[in-house]
């Protein structure tokens, strides 16, 4: 029940009752519900939107999040630049070190490919920056494959090196016998005439003149095969297996300093010169086998002779003259 008010009225000198007009009434009753209703609303914004009433732990929060996109996009740069230095080692790997060492380059689809399947980013996503964080995370998964296959490349190119290191010093790559120590060159590689019967045939070695007991050299690493006088016409003669196909024949020695099962390098003393066998003179006789076909030796005088050399020994070589065996 509502409260009854009275006023005094001086004149009258008595108490009056306070007659509210309905009018009024019904003015204070629009007037607290449209405070109602705006203080409702207010409210509502509030809750909705916080932007407007932003809190000290929403500002640190959003200094956050605009911290964490610049280190994002800092992060993005740096991936950039590593991607054109892995793109140039790539380049490099391809076009230079598999193409030297004869070697299958790595497909781009290969170092490129992707990561299908299953969604491994599904954790990332539905964050107002979930396609920030997302395509940053899916690079550096691309990087670090990348990375890990031009190291696993790189651990191939390093073991092929090694085998062209071997490959190098096995081949047969200096002559058997110093020049200062030659006499001259008696014959090369082709057809000769045969100093015991006078025929002309075909000559598979090169013969180097030289005084008896001059010092033989091992034209490149291997090892030794046999150090014998099995071979009939060759007399005391030395054959060195130097793996990659490669295999030399020393001929005609009058002595041995190596013995069958020896690993020697190249420029080790094998033995010496001497004209044991079907010799006419002191001479060595010196072949070179690639696979089974005997090859001419002068091509493989590149590491002990100059171009001025090689020239000299290359016309005394072609010349068709006699044999010394």
Same mark, same amino acid.
Do not use: W
């Given at each position: 029940m509502s409260k009854v008010k009275y006023y005094y009225d001086s004149e009258n000198l008595a108490?009056?009752?306070?007659?509210?007009?309905?009018?009024?009434?019904?003015?204070? !009753?629009? %007037?607290? %519900?449209?405070?109602?209703?705006?203080?409702?609303?207010l409210i509502?914004? %509030?809750?909705?939107? =916080?932007s407007y009433f932003e809190t000290p732990k929403d500002k640190i929060q959003a200094r956050e999040i605009e911290a964490l996109k610049l280190n994002y996009t800092v992060l993005n740069k740096k991936l950039d630049l590593m991607d054109d230095v892995l793109?140039?080692?790539?380049?490099?790997?391809?076009?230079?070190?598999?193409?030297?060492?004869?070697?299958?380059?790595?497909? *781009?689809?290969?170092?490129?490919?992707?990561?299908?399947?299953?969604?491994?980013?599904?954790?990332?996503?539905?964050?107002?920056?979930? *396609?920030?964080?997302?395509?940053? =995370?899916k690079r550096v998964d691309v990087l670090?494959?990348?990375?890990?296959?031009?190291?696993?490349?790189?651990?191939?190119? !390093?073991?092929? /090196?090694?085998?062209? *290191?071997k490959l190098l010093a096995a081949i047969p790559a200096i002559q058997p016998v110093k020049n200062e120590d030659l006499k001259h060159m /008696?014959?090369?590689?082709?057809?000769?005439?045969?100093?015991?019967?006078?025929?002309r045939k075909?000559?598979?070695?090169?013969?180097?003149?030289?005084?008896?007991? =001059?010092?033989?050299?091992? =034209?490149?690493?291997?090892? !030794?095969?046999? /150090?014998? /006088?099995?071979?009939?016409?060759?007399?005391?003669?030395? *054959?060195?297996?130097?793996?990659?196909?490669?295999?030399?024949?020393?001929?005609?020695?009058?002595k041995y300093n190596c013995r069958p099962g020896q690993r020697v390098k190249r420029g080790d003393i094998i033995g010496y010169v001497g004209s044991t066998g079907r010799s006419q003179a002191p001479?060595?006789?010196?072949? !070179?086998?690639?696979?089974s076909e005997r090859v001419n030796p002068l091509n493989f005088y590149y590491g002990s002779i100059s171009a001025k050399e090689y020239i000299e020994i290359s016309k005394l070589a072609n010349q068709e003259n006699q044999s010394l065996d």
């Amino acid at each position: 029940m509502s409260k009854v008010k009275y006023y005094y009225d001086s004149e009258n000198l008595a108490y009056k009752r306070i007659q509210t007009r309905k009018r009024k009434k019904f003015g204070y !009753v629009v %007037l607290f %519900l449209v405070s109602s209703a705006l203080f409702g609303f207010l409210i509502f914004l %509030l809750l909705i939107n =916080t932007s407007y009433f932003e809190t000290p732990k929403d500002k640190i929060q959003a200094r956050e999040i605009e911290a964490l996109k610049l280190n994002y996009t800092v992060l993005n740069k740096k991936l950039d630049l590593m991607d054109d230095v892995l793109e140039a080692i790539e380049n490099r790997d391809n076009n230079i070190y598999r193409i030297y060492f004869n070697s299958t380059p790595i497909s *781009e689809e290969e170092r490129k490919a992707g990561f299908g399947g299953v969604n491994r980013y599904k954790d990332l996503q539905g964050f107002n920056n979930s *396609e920030l964080i997302e395509n940053t =995370t899916k690079r550096v998964d691309v990087l670090t494959k990348e990375l890990v296959i031009q190291s696993k490349s790189l651990d191939e190119i !390093v073991a092929l /090196a090694k085998q062209k *290191e071997k490959l190098l010093a096995a081949i047969p790559a200096i002559q058997p016998v110093k020049n200062e120590d030659l006499k001259h060159m /008696a014959s090369g590689y082709g057809y000769r005439s045969d100093p015991f019967t006078k025929i002309r045939k075909f000559h598979y070695g090169m013969d180097f003149t030289a005084r008896t007991g =001059t010092p033989i050299y091992a =034209t490149g690493d291997g090892v !030794v095969y046999k /150090a014998d /006088a099995s071979l009939s016409g060759y007399g005391n003669h030395i *054959e060195i297996n130097h793996g990659f196909g490669y295999k030399t024949l020393y001929a005609h020695l009058s002595k041995y300093n190596c013995r069958p099962g020896q690993r020697v390098k190249r420029g080790d003393i094998i033995g010496y010169v001497g004209s044991t066998g079907r010799s006419q003179a002191p001479h060595l006789h010196y072949e !070179v086998f690639k696979g089974s076909e005997r090859v001419n030796p002068l091509n493989f005088y590149y590491g002990s002779i100059s171009a001025k050399e090689y020239i000299e020994i290359s016309k005394l070589a072609n010349q068709e003259n006699q044999s010394l065996d």
